[in-house]
C-alpha cells in the first residue's frame, strides 16, 4: 500500500526530504558516493505519485545499467509503487520504438544485432582493410563512440581531428568502415544498440502524432547516473521531454568515469543554466562508508585538478568509525595476490560474508593471479563478466521447473513451495562439501533468497508473480546475490559496494593506465576511477601494489601517482620511492637507470636520459624489425602503424618478458599489446640470435 505524502518523508535526512518533496519541474540532485541517491529519487517518485502530482504510469525512469534499473523497480516496489517505468536508456527506447514501428516505417521492427562485430567485418572486407579481431573490435569501438557522439560517416574525419582523438587508423579508413557498416546494416534490416535511440529519437522529432501520443503518456522523467550521459542519450531525453521541465536528474561528476564511450558530465554541470528555476540538492552525508574510508576518498578527489564548481562535492562520513585503510607493497603480482587470499580468508573467519568482499582491479587480465590464489585457499569466487547467472544450466533447470509449477499454483506459501521446487532441481537442506557442486547449490540458493525478499514485500505473493519477477530480472540480467568473492574490474564495479574491497595492482602504468600518461584529462579520468573504488568500500579497504610481474623478476615498477599523500608517514610503504612525482613534476617519467627526470620525448620512449648507456640488443631490433615489416604487409599499413622505429628501439632495450612490461613503455597501450603483444613477446623471448 502506498504510503501518505508525509509518511514518504519519514527517515530522510534534510536534504534527501528537501530533493524527494520539491514541486513538480527540474530538480537536480548532487549526489555523492554512498549518499543514499537512489533512496531519494525512488521516494521522490513516490512522493510526487503519493501527493496526486503523476500516476504511476506516467512515470519513466533512466538509468545505465539493467542492475539499477532492477535495484530502482524493487526500492519502488517496496514504497507501493506499481505501474512505474525504470529501465536502462536502451530498453525503454526498444519498447518504445516496438510500439512505434509499424506507424513510423510500416513494417515490422527489424532484428536486433547481438554483437556487431560480423557486419564490421564485412564493412571491413568491403573497404579493403586487415580482418584481424583486434583491428575489427577497435573499429566497432570507434562506430559506436561516433554514434553516441552524434557524429555521421562524413563528420567523422573532422571531429576525430578537432577532439585530436587517437583513432586505430587513418580516420579516413575508420570513416569508410563506418559508412558500408552502416550500409550493410540497413541492407540486412538490423538494428544496433545505439540504432534504438537513434530511430526513437527520429520517430519522436520528426513525426508528430507519435510525439503527442508519447507525451500524453509519460509526464515526469528521472535520469540516474546524469554525469554519464551521452549527446545521443541527451538528445532522446529532449525528445522525450519535449520542450517540458518535469524532470529530475541525479549524478556525481566525481564519478565519471566512461568519457571514452562519448560520456560527459557536461549537461549534469549545466543543468541550472538550461532551467534557471531548478532545484538544486546537494547530498554529501555518506552512509555507506566508514570515516575512515570517506577521509582517504576525499583526499583522493581532493587532488584532482580542475575540477568545476559542480563537482566539488565533500563527503561527510555518517557510520560509527572503523579500521584504518590497509596500505602493502609487494615484490611480486603472486606474492601480493596470496597475500590478498589470505587477508580475504581471515575476514571470511571473522564473520564476513564472501559476497561482501571484492578484489577490484584495472584491467581484466589481473584477474588470473587471485582466481589462483583464491582457489589455492578453497575461497569461492565470482568473476564479474562472466557467465551470466540466467545461462547458467542449473538455472534455466530451475526456472523451467518453476514455470510448470506456477501453472498449477501450490497451496504452500511463496517461500515453502519454490523451496520443494528447486529441491526436484538439486537444492539439497545442506551444502555441499565444495567446488562446482557448492556453486551450483549457492546459485539455487540465491533463488530461494528472491522469494524471501518478494515474500518480505508483496503482501501474499504468488508463485506466478514470483516467476514474472524472475522473467523480468532474466530479460534485464539483474541476477540475485549469490554466496562468493567478486572479482571484477573498476570499471565494472560501478554502482556497487561491499563490506570489504580490496584494490590492487596499484602499480604506475596500471593505475593510471600507461596511455593516459601526458593527457591530463586522461589521466584526471583515471584518477576518478580510483576514487570509485575507493568509495565502493563499506568497512575494510586494502590498497597494494607489487614492483615486479614474476618473482625474480625485475624491480622496476613504483606505486601509482594517486597514492602519494595517503599513505600514513609511519607506515613502511611511506617511504619516498627513488623516482617519486614530484607536485610540478608528477605526469613526468623518469630514467630507469639513473632516475632522473626524462627531457624529452625520445627519451621517454627509450625510458632513459641520453647520458645513460644504451643496452641495444641490436640483433633483436633487426628480429623485431624483420617482424613488423611482415605484419604491415599482411594488415596493408605503413611500418610506422604496427610500431614507430623508437619503440622498437624501446623493446629491443627494455626486453620486457610480459605483457605489463609492454605497457611500460611510452607509447604502447592495452589496445597494441592486444593486438600484437604475443607475437613481440615471442620475438623478444627467441633473442637477438
Not at 560517416?153 to 576525430?160: E, F, K, L, N, S
Request: charged share 25%; glycine share 8%.
Amino acid at each position: 500500500m502506498t504510503k501518505s505524502p508525509t509518511g514518504l518523508l519519514d527517515g530522510l535526512d534534510p536534504e534527501q526530504r528537501a530533493a524527494a518533496a520539491a514541486p513538480r519541474g527540474p530538480v537536480c540532485v548532487l549526489a555523492g558516493a554512498g549518499t543514499g541517491k537512489t533512496r531519494t529519487i525512488t521516494h521522490r517518485i513516490a512522493h510526487l505519485i503519493a501527493s496526486g502530482h503523476v500516476s504511476a504510469g506516467q512515470v519513466l525512469a533512466v538509468t545505465f545499467t539493467a542492475r539499477a534499473a532492477g535495484e530502482m523497480r524493487t526500492r519502488l516496489r517496496a514504497l507501493g509503487v506499481e505501474g512505474a517505468q525504470a529501465l536502462t536508456f536502451h530498453a525503454a527506447a526498444r519498447r518504445q520504438l516496438r510500439y512505434f514501428w509499424p506507424r513510423v516505417v510500416g513494417d515490422r521492427m527489424w532484428d536486433l544485432l547481438d554483437g556487431k562485430l560480423r557486419l564490421v567485418a564485412q564493412a571491413a572486407q568491403r573497404s579493403r582493410i586487415s580482418s584481424d579481431a583486434e583491428i575489427l573490435r577497435d573499429l566497432a569501438g570507434e562506430i559506436e563512440w561516433a554514434k553516441a557522439s552524434l557524429i555521421s560517416p562524413d563528420d567523422y574525419p573532422a571531429q576525430v581531428a578537432r577532439l585530436q582523438r587517437d583513432t586505430p587508423m587513418q580516420a579516413a579508413q575508420v570513416a569508410e568502415v563506418y559508412r558500408q557498416y552502416e550500409e550493410v546494416k540497413n541492407t540486412a534490416r538490423m538494428l544496433d544498440f545505439d540504432d534504438l535511440l537513434l530511430h526513437t529519437t527520429a520517430a519522436l522529432e520528426e513525426h508528430a502524432d507519435v510525439a503527442r501520443e508519447f507525451r500524453d503518456r509519460y509526464r515526469c522523467f528521472v535520469v540516474d547516473e546524469y554525469q554519464d550521459v551521452t549527446p545521443l542519450q541527451q538528445r532522446l531525453l529532449d525528445a522525450w521531454l519535449g520542450g517540458r521541465d518535469d524532470i529530475t536528474v541525479v549524478g556525481d561528476a566525481n564519478q565519471t568515469i566512461y568519457s571514452f564511450g562519448g560520456a560527459s558530465p557536461r549537461p549534469l554541470l549545466d543543468f541550472t543554466r538550461r532551467f534557471p528555476e531548478a532545484t538544486v540538492v546537494r547530498l554529501e552525508r555518506d552512509y555507506r562508508s566508514t570515516p575512515q574510508v570517506v577521509e582517504l576518498a576525499n583526499k583522493v578527489i581532493g587532488a584532482a585538478r580542475g575540477r568545476p564548481a559542480g563537482s566539488r562535492l565533500k563527503l561527510v562520513g555518517q557510520r560509527p568509525p572503523g579500521p584504518e585503510p590497509r596500505f602493502a607493497e609487494f615484490e611480486d603480482e603472486p606474492t601480493e595476490a596470496g597475500a590478498v587470499a589470505g587477508r580475504v580468508r581471515q575476514l571470511l573467519d571473522g564473520g564476513v560474508p564472501a559476497s561482501e568482499i571484492a578484489i577490484l582491479y584495472r584491467v581484466n587480465a589481473q584477474s588470473e593471479v587471485y582466481e589462483q590464489a583464491l582457489t589455492d585457499l578453497q575461497i569461492p569466487y565470482l568473476v564479474r563478466g562472466g557467465e551470466r547467472f540466467f545461462e547458467r544450466r542449473e538455472i534455466r533447470q530451475a526456472m523451467a521447473a518453476l514455470r510448470t509449477a506456477s501453472a498449477d499454483p501450490p497451496s504452500a506459501e511463496l517461500v515453502p513451495a519454490v523451496r520443494a521446487v528447486l529441491a526436484r532441481v538439486g537444492l539439497t537442506e545442506q551444502p555441499p562439501a565444495g567446488g562446482a557442486a557448492k556453486e551450483r547449490w549457492d546459485a539455487l540458493l540465491a533463488l530461494v533468497e528472491l522469494a524471501e525478499e518478494l515474500a518480505s514485500t508483496v503482501e501474499g505473493a504468488s508463485m506466478g508473480r514470483y516467476v514474472a519477477e524472475l522473467e523480468q530480472r532474466a530479460a534485464a540480467q539483474h541476477p540475485p546475490t549469490v554466496e562468493g568473492v567478486t572479482l571484477a574490474s573498476l570499471h565494472a564495479a560501478k554502482g556497487l559496494e561491499w563490506d570489504a574491497v580490496f584494490l590492487v595492482g596499484l602499480a604506475e602504468g596500471t593505475m593510471p593506465i600507461q596511455h593516459a600518461d601526458g593527457d591530463e584529462a586522461a589521466v584526471e579520468e583515471e584518477r576518478r576511477l580510483f576514487y570509485v573504488g575507493v568509495t565502493r568500500a563499506r568497512e575494510h579497504l586494502w590498497l597494494s601494489w607489487s614492483l615486479s610481474r614474476h618473482p625474480g623478476g625485475r624491480r622496476h615498477r613504483r606505486r601509482s601517482r594517486f597514492l602519494y599523500g595517503l599513505i600514513p608517514d609511519e607506515h613502511p610503504a611511506a617511504r619516498v620511492p627513488r623516482r617519486q612525482p614530484t607536485r610540478d613534476s608528477r605526469a613526468k617519467p623518469c630514467c630507469r637507470i639513473c632516475g632522473e627526470q626524462l627531457a624529452n620525448t625520445l627519451e621517454i620512449k627509450l625510458g632513459r636520459c641520453a647520458r645513460c648507456p644504451s643496452d641495444l640488443d641490436e640483433g633483436l631490433l633487426d628480429r623485431l624489425k624483420e617482424w613488423r615489416a611482415e605484419r604491415a604487409r599482411e594488415l596493408k599499413v605503413p611500418p610506422f602503424v604496427v610500431f614507430t622505429d623508437a619503440t622498437l628501439i624501446a623493446i629491443a632495450e627494455q626486453r620486457p618478458d610480459d605483457a605489463r612490461g609492454l605497457v611500460a613503455i611510452s607509447g604502447i597501450g592495452p589496445t597494441k599489446v592486444q593486438r600484437f603483444g604475443d607475437e613481440v613477446l615471442t620475438v623478444v623471448r627467441e633473442g637477438g640470435a
